[in-house]
Nanobody, 126 residues
Framework: AVQLVESGGGSVQAGGSLRLSCAAS????????MGWYRQVPGKEREGVAS???????SYADSVKGRFTISEDTAKNTLYLEMNTLKPEDTAMYYCAASGAMRSACQATRVLAFGYRGQGTQVTVSS
């Protein structure tokens, strides 16, 4: 069965950086669309970033210019590099992967991907 395991979350001060990792098993990173979304209790989930099967990326306006999504095919791992973090970035971050979509996977569509991990908490203090 497909497994996505996130790591790299933690607590940082505003302006700091974190890199989230999503190790995939029984799933080939870079073959289909993958991405990250985040959720704060009591608020709607937000698609943060996505990367399609051709390497094209998409970001939510709220993180554009600060976050970078990437893949390492040798490690079969998806990453989210987060810089200049703000308190409003505080959330549980989830990795998600599509089992069929290879293109046109904007960040907003990450919420519809069929596979997802257990999440990793990011807390940014002011």
């Amino acid at each position: 069965a497909v497994q996505l395991v996130e790591s790299g979350g933690g607590s940082v001060q505003a302006g700091g950086s974190l890199r989230l990792s999503c190790a995939a098993s029984e799933y080939t990173v870079s073959r289909y669309c993958m991405g990250w979304y985040r959720q704060v209790p009591g608020k709607e989930r937000e698609g943060v970033a996505s990367i399609d099967g051709y390497g094209s990326t998409s970001y939510a306006d709220s993180v554009k210019g600060r976050f970078t999504i990437s893949e390492d095919t040798a490690k079969n791992t998806l990453y989210l590099e987060m810089n200049t973090l703000k308190p409003e970035d505080t959330a549980m971050y989830y990795c998600a992967a599509s089992g069929a979509m290879r293109s046109a996977c904007q960040a907003t569509r990450v919420l519809a991907f069929g596979y997802r991990g257990q999440g990793t908490q990011v807390t940014v203090s002011s």
